[in-house]
């Protein structure tokens, strides 16, 4: 056998070796739902709404044909009247305080903690109809916004201009996980009135469905961890590289073997 020939040989050897050492991603820790079935169904039954919380901020726009009747419970920043000439008047806006309640013009304070908007609304409702006629109620939670960190293609703070936002919605607003992304064990920190609580979901189940931060509420913070080839990567992995150089000075002595036979 040529000298030639073995070093070529050897050379394909080293390739592998190192190919091995370094590729530390599965397809199975990537893979999102993998036990979901072909043609499978699953019903969503889920009929969850988020909830005002302390500190959240919120706007109410009350309407009847009575337009001087509803002047009072509208109030414009300063400036604004929200009648004639101005161009999109700006309502104020509401903070349900420590106590869970805002301070309303003419109803004065209003507990909304707990309350859906609906569940709001119809409060809104009752305690109107002493001063308007069928009125019609509006109510906005403008702070609706969850944050999605770790390792994420576009990490950061992600406004959501509907009710409610799914986990993974939010993942894909922020690019979708990098390949270094810890699917098996996504973090979801919730903050329910200076009380957090900690979730951790799968992603490559489709149980995900069926977890209870499926559905986020406003200022969930979802928190992506690196997985073993982050971690060994950023760390400098020692036991790897010192794999790797064991194995390059196995093949070099082995070539200068065959160099001197």
Do not use: W
């Not at 569940?119 to 109809?129: C, G, I, M, N, V």
């Amino acid at each position: 056998m040529s000298f030639n020939l073995i070093k070529n040989k050897f050379k394909i050897a080293s390739i592998v070796i190192l190919t091995i050492l370094t590729s530390c991603v599965s397809k199975k820790e990537v893979v999102y739902f993998q036990n979901a079935k072909d043609f499978e169904t699953i019903v969503d039954t889920d009929t969850f709404t988020p909830k005002f919380k302390i500190n959240d901020i919120i706007t109410i726009f009350v309407s009847t044909f009575d337009l001087e009747a509803v002047k009072p419970f509208n109030l414009y920043m300063a400036g604004e009247t929200g009648t004639g000439n101005a161009s999109n008047p700006q309502l104020i806006d509401y903070l349900i305080d420590i106590e869970g309640n805002i301070d309303y013009p003419v109803l004065g304070k209003i507990k909304l903690l707990g309350l859906t908007v609906q569940e709001a609304q119809k409060l809104f409702k009752e305690k109107l109809s002493d001063y308007l006629k069928d009125p019609i109620v509006n109510i906005r939670i403008k702070n609706f916004r969850v944050s999605v960190l770790g390792e994420i293609q576009s990490p950061g703070r992600y406004e959501v201009s509907g009710e409610r936002i799914t986990i993974l919605e939010a993942i894909a607003l922020a690019g979708d996980l990098t390949i270094k992304g810890h699917r098996e064990n996504v973090l979801v920190i919730r903050d329910f009135n200076g009380s957090k609580t900690y979730t951790r979901v799968d992603l490559t189940s489709k149980e995900i469905f069926n977890s209870p931060v499926y559905y986020l509420t406003q200022n969930d913070v979802v928190y992506v961890e690196p997985n073993n080839s982050a971690v060994s990567s950023a760390s400098g992995d020692t036991r790897i590289g010192t794999i790797i150089s064991i194995s390059s000075f196995l093949i070099t002595t082995a070539l200068i073997f065959v160099t001197r036979n």
